[in-house]
């Protein structure tokens, strides 16, 4: 098994491509350790001192690190937990445990405004932020305002704040005309 390590725009995470399928459908993000209960995988790579999350696409896993860690002192850690939990059989996600969809359920008058924001999420901005390590959410929208969640390598990315607001809003607003404003939310 080989397995391939792409650098994200975020400095603190680092994609990783199995060559196989990680997820078939959705995402599953685990901000923490805690978090990873549901996942055999997720629960191997918090074994690596230094690693503060952990995110699953459908041919990928991002993961990172804390400030005082070194790539190079954990990556060849990682790389092994990777490997090893492929080589093992296991699931990557428990028993029922499912990936998450994304997108949050949004009901009311605003329900076809909300239907062209996840279309064009879907079509135009969740592949490109995949191809960096991440995800981009629908969270909701009030009075103009969208609120997406960032997760994976758009989580505290530095230039996330640009991306959201110079690009997804600006796309967002050609296309949309009563949004107004898109707003990041931690979850």
């Given at each position: 098994m080989f397995i391939q390590?792409?650098?994200?725009?975020?400095?603190?995470?680092?994609?990783?491509?199995?060559?196989?399928?990680v997820l078939e459908t959705g995402t599953a993000d685990f901000p923490s350790a805690e978090a990873a209960g549901a996942s055999p995988l997720a629960q191997r790579i918090f074994?690596?001192?230094?690693?503060?999350?952990?995110?699953?696409?459908?041919?990928?896993?991002?993961?990172?690190?804390?400030?005082?860690?070194e790539w190079d002192h954990i990556k060849p850690a990682l790389l092994g937990a990777i490997?090893?939990?492929y080589q093992s059989g296991d699931p990557v996600m428990a028993g029922e445990a499912q990936a998450a969809s994304g997108h949050a359920d949004h009901d009311?008058?605003?329900?076809?405004?909300?239907?062209?924001i996840k279309e064009l999420l879907d079509t135009r901005v969740r592949p490109a932020v995949?191809?960096?390590?991440?995800?981009?959410t629908f969270h909701g929208f009030d009075r103009g305002v969208v609120y997406l969640h960032m997760q994976g390598a758009c989580a505290g990315?530095?230039?996330s704040t640009l991306t959201l607001k110079m690009g997804i809003e600006n796309l967002l607003?050609?296309?949309i005309p009563e949004v107004t404003e898109v707003r990041p939310v931690a979850v």
């Open positions: 390590t792409e650098s994200t725009p975020n400095p603190a995470t680092l994609k990783f491509l199995p060559g196989q399928s074994a690596v001192s230094g690693v503060t999350g952990v995110f699953f696409g459908t041919d990928f896993v991002t993961v990172t690190k804390g400030d005082a860690v490997m090893e939990h009311g008058p605003d329900s076809e405004v909300v239907g062209q995949a191809q960096d390590g991440g995800d981009i990315c530095p230039s607003r050609h296309y």
